[in-house]
Structures are given as C-alpha cells and as structure tokens.
C-alpha cells in the first residue's frame, strides 16, 4: 500500500517536481557554503518527498547522543536569516496541501506534506530515515519516559 500512496504522490501530485526543487536549492545553499546547514536539511527533506509514506524526518538529536556544540550554534545563527524565506516556503506547502484536499485521493497527500511543515520551516539538523527506525526511536522514548515517572 505504501508504494502506491508513494507512486500517486510522486506523479499525479507532482510530487517529484515538488522533491526535485527541494533538492536542487538544497545543492545550491550547501555550495554557497554559508547557509550549508540549511541546505543539507533541505537535501534530507527531499530524499523524503521522494517517499513521503516509507521515510519520516527526525531530529538528529535523537539518533546521536553527542553533538558538536559549533555546528549547532552556526546552525541556530544560520537559522535566523532563514525564516523569512521558511515561511515563504511552508506557505507554498499550505498552498499545494489546500489543492490537494480538494480531492478525496489528495488527502492523504496533504497530511504528509502537514507532517513535514516544520522541516520546511526549520530543516537544520534534521534527517531522512526509514519508519521503522522512527518507530523503534518512539518505542525508546516512551521507555524511557515511563522508566522515569514509573
């Protein structure tokens, strides 16, 4: 079932196009250099617009338990001239997820791209991982949650 939803999102919903913009400015911020952290981020969202009902967007945090202090401060400084061009971006997203809900199929559509609005917002140090990673990082963290209030 998911290669169809990701088959139907890839082509009549323009879906790859929508992953191919993504990624080709994703390449141009990581060569400017600069505003890397922004592009990378937004290189990992297109990987999951290619196959938005196999993958879902993380933070890294939750993968790595040791961070480099310098990279995220950069990033978080990168970060703030960002924002006016994310909310450009997540209202180009809120457009296409309206026109998608205009037909029942699109639905679906459009609840990933909702699920994938704050990467767009804020791509830094996020990543692309298949669902069922995600779903043991979940499993963890709600083991962790109950281990400490328990």
Not at 51 to 72: G, L, R, V
């Amino acid at each position: 079932m998911r290669v169809l939803a990701n088959i139907i999102w890839l082509i009549p919903c323009f879906g790859i196009v929508t992953a191919f913009f993504t990624f080709i400015f994703g390449v141009f911020l990581t060569v400017i250099v600069i505003p890397a952290p922004i592009g990378l981020g937004l290189i990992q969202l297109a990987k999951f617009e290619l196959a938005p009902f196999s993958y879902e967007m993380i933070n890294k945090k939750h993968i790595k338990s040791t961070a480099d202090t310098t990279w995220e401060t950069y990033s978080k400084v990168i970060m703030l001239f960002y924002i006016p061009l994310g909310c450009l971006i997540v209202m180009c997203a809120v457009i296409q997820m309206i026109v998608l809900c205009i037909t029942i199929i699109g639905i679906p559509i459009a609840l990933i791209l909702a699920k994938s609005l704050s990467t767009y917002f804020n791509p830094v140090n996020k990543i692309c991982v298949p669902r069922g990673v995600s779903n043991i990082l979940a499993d963890k963290k709600a083991q962790d949650f109950l281990q400490s209030n328990g």
